[in-house]
């Protein structure tokens, strides 16, 4: 697990809100949850929830830095509606029962206004019912398998059309006709390949085997060695966390090669290459939104104060990027609501944009999904990322794949 370099600043502070100042006092749909946010002070509280231990804390622990420094800027801008911002952290623990109870005290304890976090779909899923009973907003920054949404949940990552469908599409314009399935054994995985397959049996696209992992995984000699035999044209990788560490070291000891055999991942960014080992991926694919090599002013700013705050030699990465820019779009919609209150939020939404290192990025109000460039990208022996191929144009979010007769009666 590497270094936690958040601050100990920013851990749990007392919260004083018992008889204490005003109250926004909105209910949601299907809520009758009073909200105990207290906007009396100068000060706002949030929450930032990510997994700073555990298998996931590979991944996890600069999306919350990267959570940390979109405050830090806001603040030192003057903060939203003028107060600034109170981060209350806390240790999602790679345990989607944990994410649950933490995200629980976070609403109801320690009376935050959003809450900012999640990376895998089992996480998400552990609490979103506690949103949506409990009224209050959860700004989730990982792209994941679709087929779902939420009035209390702002998706900042990319939906199923915005980087597995183009993925699959810059693939079958490559000539690939067959896939090797690889992933965690948990939802997102096993949701995303249903869609791939869908996608295979429409387009032509022979599935040689699918094979799946538990997190935390670091036994990959068989499933590595039914890949070899298999000789698809491509793998296709939705393993998350440290697991990809075991399962690349195996491939590359296989003598499988990029150039032979490519894997395509979904969720090894800039931060996971250096765990991996550069001269394991060297070469291989991966497709995202956002990668630190992006050529915009706003990626060069993003980079610049990222590294100043948390080293010259972290990379930036997609999670990173799109929890960046929750915090950003949080605050753009408060303000456009003049409002904290989750009623107000909701209903100010659609159509609230930022220029978000990746580009602009809008919210649309009907799914609270975000538009999205789709990059594919190939790892460098620097250990970064660069787009070999780009969607042109921010992709409208579909989680529900409603624009593709092939997706018909997913679930």
């Not at 779009?329 to 990746?358: C, H, M, N, R, Y």
Request: charged share 20%; aromatic share 8%; proline share 4%.
């Amino acid at each position: 697990m590497k270094a936690i370099t958040i601050p100990t600043a920013l851990a749990l502070s007392a919260v004083m809100v018992a008889g204490c100042g005003s109250r926004d006092s909105d209910t949601a749909s299907g809520s009758n949850a009073k909200s105990c946010v207290d906007t009396s002070k100068d000060t706002i509280k949030i929450g930032s929830l990510h997994s700073l231990t555990g298998t996931m804390a590979i991944s996890e622990v600069t999306v919350a830095n990267a959570t940390k420094l979109a405050v830090d800027q806001i603040n030192a801008a003057g903060g939203v509606m003028g107060k600034k911002l109170e981060v209350v952290l806390e240790d999602g623990a790679s345990d989607p029962k944990t994410f649950a109870e933490k995200a629980e005290k976070l609403i109801s304890s320690d009376c935050v206004a959003a809450v900012f976090g999640g990376w895998t779909s089992a996480s998400r899923k552990a609490m979103k019912p506690k949103f949506e009973s409990l009224n209050s907003l959860l700004y989730y920054p990982v792209q994941y398998e679709g087929l779902e949404d939420s009035k209390n949940i702002f998706y900042t990552g990319a939906t199923t059309n915005q980087q597995i469908i183009p993925a699959l599409d810059y693939l079958v314009q490559k000539g690939v006709t067959s896939l090797y399935l690889v992933g965690s054994d948990y939802v997102f995985p096993q949701t995303a390949n249903r869609e791939i397959k869908a996608y295979a049996k429409a387009h032509g696209i022979e599935i040689k085997g699918e094979d799946y992992a538990p997190l935390g995984s670091t036994d990959f000699s068989t499933i590595v060695n039914k890949v070899r035999t298999a000789k698809a044209g491509a793998v296709f990788n939705t393993l998350n966390g440290d697991s990809n560490v075991a399962f690349f070291r195996e491939y590359a000891n296989a003598g499988l090669k990029a150039a032979d055999m490519p894997v395509v991942s979904v969720s090894i960014a800039e931060e996971e290459v250096g765990g991996v080992g550069v001269q394991n991926v060297a070469g291989q694919l991966t497709a995202w939104n956002y990668y630190q090599t992006v050529d915009t002013p706003q990626n060069k700013a993003f980079v610049t104060a990222y590294k100043a705050a948390f080293g010259a030699n972290k990379p930036t990465s997609d999670p990173m990027e799109a929890a960046y820019t929750s915090v950003y779009l949080w605050k753009a919609t408060v303000e456009k609501a003049k409002s904290f209150a989750v009623a107000d939020i909701q209903q100010a939404a659609d159509g609230v944009s930022f220029d978000a290192p990746e580009g602009t990025v809008t919210i649309d109000g009907s799914n609270h999904h975000i538009t999205k460039t789709a990059r594919i990208g190939e790892i460098h022996p620097d250990g970064l990322i660069y787009t070999v191929w780009d969607s042109g144009k921010a992709i409208q979010p579909d989680p529900y794949l409603k624009n593709y007769d092939w997706a018909k009666g997913l679930k």
